[in-house]
């Protein structure tokens, strides 16, 4: 759906709910909508750009396997003083330490009977 708001497809091209149905994907941890997410975001297409959080985005799409993640994350990296790039690894650092627990949560309930 995030796709679609984003190139107009069968929806009016809107960036703003392109951004918000690629982060709900996202932040499920599907690795093609983190990617969507980071490119969006570090090119600033349609939204405010914001190249810390796309890089966040795009290394954890690079741990999905997405292989286009990683030359777009060195790609935006290239731009940021190595602060902002410790501040995105951070933030990549943060949401897997969040998104374990929840993800254990999850496959303990789905091995109850």
């Given at each position: 759906m ?47 750009k ?6 966040m ?32 690894r ?11 627990p ?12």
């Open positions: 995030g796709l679609n708001f984003a190139n107009g497809r069968g929806v009016v091209c809107d960036a703003q709910q392109a951004v918000a149905w690629l982060r709900r994907a996202a932040e499920q941890g599907l690795g093609r909508a983190q990617y969507n997410l980071g490119v969006i975001l570090g090119r600033g297409a349609g939204v405010p914001d190249p810390i959080e796309a890089v985005w795009l290394g954890l799409a690079a741990m999905r396997g997405e292989y286009r993640a990683d030359d777009a994350r060195k790609f935006f990296s290239r731009e940021m003083s190595r602060d902002d790039i410790a501040r995105a951070r933030r990549c650092a943060q949401w897997i330490a969040q998104a374990r929840a993800a254990a949560r999850v496959a303990e309930q789905r091995a109850l009977p």
